[in-house]
């Protein structure tokens, strides 16, 4: 093991965080339980994608989750 633990998370990482219900909100930058995949768009490239967004985190930012449910 080396001192790169702190890396933001890879997509497997990602992955296996999903399956036990904690994933990574992209906007407070930090794991939680209330996750959700949103749509985000990077302004700076143009190019959109889902991202994970924490219950509070959509409020904040009006995001709409993706999968379809209004929660
Ligand atoms: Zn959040």
Known sequence: MNENS???PSEDNLRALGR???VYCT???G??????LVQAVDRTSGSGG???ACLSCR???H???VSGDAS
């Open 31 to 36: 794991y939680t339980t209330t996750g959700k």
């Open 63 to 65: 995001l709409t989750p």
């Open 59 to 61: 409020r904040d930012h």
């Open 27 to 29: 906007w407070h930058q």
């Open 50 to 52: 889902v991202l994970f």
């Open 6 to 8: 702190h890396l933001p």
């Open 20 to 22: 036990i219900g904690l």
